[in-house]
């Protein structure tokens, strides 16, 4: 089956420090992948996706390129904020149609960044 | 706002009570998920309705749970008989048609918490 596997936290940061979440995953086929957001008492956001390989989805300073050959999609970041503070989940959806396509997440990072 | 919505937020039960949740998915959305997210956890995935069809259900959905989805628009989860175990985050996501689309929209999920 599918499965996400992400850094563990929580990461703590201080401002403008450069960050790296790890993700890595297992699918059959070609997968879409994502990361989501999910701040303090919101919803879950999507960050940025990619859908194929070599893909880079970037988004708000934010880089995740798709690697087939690592079946990673590593979260950077080269400058974080304190408004970065949140949990980021690595998610991935198969492609196939047909299929409910539904996410498969990792456990989440927290990242808390210091002033 | 035109987002999903979940309703209630929070809801203390007692242990053996019934419990009903409500979401209204984006409107032009077609395809809709349930999703529980337990502390320190990625969501996992429920079931699935595409239009009124409830097209998959997961292992974790036990006989205990039904989810609807009558019209096509908002979709509703019980739980019968709920347990402690049953304490979690409930998401509700949802996808226009289309194979291209893959970017979920959460709602702000239901908190249950089972006493």
């Known amino acids: 089956g599918n499965s996400v596997t992400q850094m563990e936290g929580p990461v703590t940061l201080s401002e403008e420090a450069f960050l790296t979440i790890n993700c890595t995953y297992t699918?059959?086929?070609?997968?879409?992948l994502f990361w989501y957001v999910q701040y303090p008492g919101e919803g879950l956001q999507l960050l940025l996706k990619?859908?194929?390989?070599?893909d880079k989805g970037s988004n708000k300073g934010f880089e995740a390129t798709y690697r087939k050959e690592t079946t990673s999609f590593h979260l950077e970041k080269g400058s974080v904020q304190v408004s970065d503070s949140a949990v980021y989940f690595c998610?991935?959806?198969?492609?196939?149609?047909?299929?409910?396509?539904?996410?498969?997440f990792g456990s989440g990072t927290q990242l808390t960044v210091l002033p | 706002d035109t987002g999903v919505s979940q309703d209630p937020r929070h809801k203390i039960t007692k242990r053996g009570q019934n419990v009903t949740f409500r979401c209204d998915p984006i409107s032009e959305h077609n395809r809709l998920y349930w999703y529980r997210q337990t502390l320190g956890q990625g969501p996992e995935f429920l079931t699935y309705f595409q239009n009124e069809a409830q097209l998959e259900k997961s292992r974790l959905l036990s006989d205990r749970f039904s989810a609807e989805r009558p019209k096509g628009s908002f979709s509703t989860l019980e739980i019968q008989r709920t347990e402690q175990g049953d304490s979690a985050m409930y998401l509700c996501?949802?996808?226009?048609?289309?194979?291209?689309?893959?970017?979920?929209?959460f709602g702000q999920g239901t908190r249950l918490t089972v006493v």
């Open positions: 998610a991935l959806s198969p492609i196939s149609s047909g299929s409910a396509r539904q996410l498969t």
């Open positions: 996501a949802s996808i226009p048609e289309g194979l291209l689309n893959t970017e979920a929209f």
């Open positions: 699918a059959t086929g070609y997968p879409s």
């Open positions: 990619a859908t194929k390989a070599d």
